[in-house]
T-cell receptor, first 116, second 114 residues
Framework: NAGVMQNPRHLVRRRGQEARLRCSPM?????VYWYRQLPEEGLKFMVY????????ESGMPKERFSAEFPKEGPSILRIQQVVRGDSAAYFC??????????????FGPGTRLTVL | AQSVTQLGSHVSVSEGALVLLRCNYS??????LFWYVQYPNQGLQLLLK??????LVKGINGFEAEFKKSETSFHLTKPSAHMSDAAEYFC????????????FGTGTSLTVIP
């Protein structure tokens, strides 16, 4: 069973371009989470999605950031008009359907975004 | 609101010495607690988790953690450090009523000295 897959592993963009980060959850997992890790900091929650639904986006910046998890295909985190402050590692995690409490989240290797 | 505090952003121990990484949490309801390890340029790997069963939790690679409600702590320990334990360690808290969102501490970087 393959783990959580993220691509690309490294992404370089110039200011003003768009960044698209992809995440394929583990087989059988219907819950996807995106986190951002700034240098020397812990992970900050961004958004929690289930298939075709955004469950919690309380950690998403109000502008330029969006996420989706379509019925078919990977989850996408999209950052429009990137700025230097968006440079960070973006981690995706997945978990199986809940059974009354938070489940372990399985993390992908991350996408390291560098904005020039 | 939930939060996690990890005291000591950098910890150094000698090989073979006790490892103690501290984690304190705040939560309005009984929490679920997790320790993850991150090796350079990799994702996070679960070490162990507390989900309201036994208060002493054993994880992988010889690590364990004890949930102490009175101290709101979930410190991570290992009796004897190995060189391969050098990594970044993150404590996280979650609650059943928050949609499975995890709140992470800022991490502790563990260095093992030969």
């Amino acid at each position: 069973n393959a783990g959580v897959m993220q691509n690309p592993r490294h992404l370089v963009r110039r200011r003003g371009q768009e960044a698209r980060l992809r995440c394929s959850p583990m087989k059988g997992h219907s819950h996807v989470y995106w986190y951002r890790q700034l240098p020397e900091e812990g992970l900050k929650f961004m958004v929690y999605l289930q298939k075709e639904n955004i469950i919690d986006e309380s950690g998403m910046p109000k502008e330029r950031f969006s996420a989706e998890f379509p019925k078919e295909g990977p989850s996408i985190l999209r950052i429009q008009q990137v700025v230097r402050g968006d440079s960070a590692a973006y981690f995706c995690a997945s978990s199986p359907p809940g059974q009354g409490g938070p489940n372990e989240q399985f993390f992908g290797p991350g996408t390291r975004l560098t904005v020039l | 609101a939930q939060s996690v505090t990890q005291l000591g952003s950098h910890v150094s121990v000698s090989e073979g010495a006790l490892v103690l990484l501290r984690c304190n949490y705040s939560s309005s309801v009984p929490p679920y607690l997790f320790w993850y390890v991150q090796y350079p340029n990799q994702g996070l790997q679960l070490l162990l988790k507390y989900t309201s069963a036994a208060t002493l939790v054993k994880g992988i690679n010889g690590f364990e953690a004890e949930f102490k409600k009175s101290e709101t702590s979930f410190h991570l320990t290992k009796p004897s450090a190995h060189m391969s334990d050098a990594a970044e360690y993150f404590c996280a808290v979650s609650e059943a009523n928050t949609g499975n969102q995890f709140y992470f501490g800022t991490g502790t970087s563990l260095t093992v000295i030969p």
